[in-house]
T-cell receptor
Framework: QKEVEQDPGPLSVPEGAIVSLNCTYS??????FMWYRQYSRKGPELLMY????GNKEDGRFTAQVDKSSKYISLFIRDSQPSDSATYLC???????????FGKGNQVVVIP | DAEITQSPRHKITETGRQVTLACHQT?????MFWYRQDLGHGLRLIHY???????NKGEVSDGYSVSRSNTEDLPLTLESAASSQTSVYFC?????????????FGNGTRLTVT
């Protein structure tokens, strides 16, 4: 079993819809959870960063972490065509800067 | 602005040749990482370094080597390129070991081994 599981999609949604992405993980030591966004032919860029359980909101983006279920989610409200990208979840344990990545989820927002 | 630069952006080489991919960061970060990204596998860690003269193997290090002679650079060398090493390679850096700080990525090098 891989440490981080992420359904690679792809996911197509109409403009304005809510996008819901998620990852599951097996390592209970993970405390830091990140979502990266990667546009075509570009490197991943950090989108959201959370520590331990709970929610974090930044504009149209909300990250949720449920450590009891080993499950994290990213929600994109009022999706825009510019949100079309691959979204990767990543996580790490305390004192360990090596991230475990999901395979990425391709999202296409249709105008 | 600080950045992380990879070169070349594209490279085609022949099987058996030695290839070096460059990575240069101006963030003054201690930590640097090399990943490869392939369909169906996501990002996989090749090698990483927590500072000058420090290098460590990642999960897919066979056939690759790195050296860290200064803070800014971590070149990745393919000793004898193989077709299985055709991939997109990303370099990344982060601030320090203890804070689980996020990675800053370069824009990748697309390597084709024929």
């Amino acid at each position: 079993q891989k440490e981080v599981e992420q359904d690679p999609g792809p996911l197509s949604v109409p403009e304005g819809a809510i996008v819901s992405l998620n990852c599951t993980y097996s390592n209970s030591a993970f405390q830091y959870f990140m979502w990266y966004r990667q546009y075509s032919r570009k490197g991943p860029e950090l989108l959201m960063y959370t520590y331990s359980s709970g929610n974090k909101e930044d504009g149209r983006f909300t990250a949720q972490v449920d450590k009891s279920s080993k499950y994290i989610s990213l929600f994109i409200r009022d999706s825009q065509p510019s949100d079309s990208a691959t979204y990767l979840c990543a996580m790490s344990a305390t004192g360990n800067n090596r991230l475990a990545f999901g395979k990425g989820n391709q999202v296409v927002v249709i105008p | 602005d600080a950045e992380i630069t990879q070169s070349p952006r594209h490279k085609i080489t022949e099987t058996g040749r030695q290839v070096t991919l460059a990575c240069h960061q101006t963030w003054n970060h201690n930590n640097m990482f090399w990943y490869r990204q392939d369909l169906g596998h996501g990002l996989r860690l090749i090698h990483y370094s927590y500072g000058v003269q420090d290098t460590n193997k990642g999960e897919v290090s066979d056939g690759y080597s790195v050296s860290r002679s200064n803070t800014e650079d971590l070149p990745l060398t393919l000793e004898s390129a193989a077709s299985s090493q055709t991939s997109v390679y990303f370099c990344a850096s982060s601030v320090s070991t203890g804070n689980n700080s996020p990675l800053h990525f370069g824009n990748g090098t697309r390597l084709t081994v024929t």
